[in-house]
């Protein structure tokens, strides 16, 4: 089991990269793959769920070269995959089984997909539900709700769907299933999820329509798209938010991120975190693969508790583990609510963030929904925790923000089971200590 200490009393000072957006590389390497001709991906994520969806994409047919910062692939054009040989493995990645399935609904081949011991327990029901409407032919344990699936490929139609949940993840599969399916579908959700999808859909040229929350796909295209001479994939905004509460909550912090993907249908935390009393600069705003990217500039500030409700979610979702760590150090409450969907990613993360940073003196009680965090801060500085015991519950994103949360303890914390922190930013504990051993 892997572990690592974290030792508090420094400043987080100096300047880093993040690796590659996860959400956007598994979108580059699924769509270069059905372009016709040569692409070439640079600053990819290498985290372990981006790699299994390129294992996925190889399985299929589809040839690839990785160097250590860019990813060629060699697309085979709209209807180029071929059948696996054996069943493909996501490991840990929602993002990757889902997408994938929407993408294989409509091969003329069988797949199997499955994943690690988390994917196995997290919904699959709101994809396959609407895949079957199209007419997707799609098995799956308890009726089809979890994985492994076993996709049939079938011809598919288009459908109009309104779904339950702002999900990317839904609307990504379905849209991919759509590009395979005979006539245009209509696709709604009830709040803007992460549009990374769309944004490549558009870079690529690949016809699509948004009227607000919904969007319209023509089915099977009569030309594809083309591969390109690169694509520089931004730097994740999910991995630059445990740096963003770091340097914020630890005195005498000044980091600076570079090249951070800033999405506004991601970047809920900024939002959260400047009403907090964060001190944020979003330097060198430019654009690349039509997304807009920042360097990002953080001091140390003293917080306060906000309000963070529905609206606020999707474009929140996965920093919540790390906003309970500002949060907890805090001056006041905050108090999230409407954010059921974290009780179904990598862990129940409602569940597991409250019992870690419990143990290590926060005061946070869970909801259905969200949680309540009484900070431990006064106005005049932020609180401190005690040192901890920390378990990842397999979840990279709870292991990381028990890290940050030790960067404000009163001795050193050790967390367990951190060798989920590869499924998105292997480098994670390289760059921490970068940031601790800058010369002050
Ligand atoms: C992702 C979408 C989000 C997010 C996940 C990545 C994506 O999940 O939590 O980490 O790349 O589409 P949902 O779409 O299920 O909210």
Redesign the pocket.
Known sequence: MESFTITPGRPLRGTIVVPGD??IT?RAIILTALANGVSRIARYCRGEDCLNTMRALQALGVRMDESADELCVHGKGLWGLTEPSGPIDCGNS??GIRLLTGLLAGQDFFTVLTGDESIRRRPMGRIVKPLREMGASIAGRKGGELAPLAVTGSRLRAITYTSPVA????K?ALLLAALFAEGTSRITEPRL??D?TERMFQFFGIGLTRDETTLLVEGRPSVGWNGVPQLVVPGDFSAAAFFIVGATIVPGSDVTIQHVGINPTRTGLLDVMLRMGADIQLLNRREEAGEPVADIRVKSARLHGVAVGPELI?QT??EFPVLCVAAAVAAGETVISGAE?LRV?ESDRIATISVELRAMGARITEQPDGMTVRGLGTTEKNGFLQAGHGRSHGDHRVAMSLAIAGLTALAPTVIDETACIATSFPVFQRTLLELLTERQ
């Open positions: 996860k959400s598994h929602g993002t999900s990317a993840q839904i990504s999820s992460r990374h999707p979702i996965d969907e990613k």
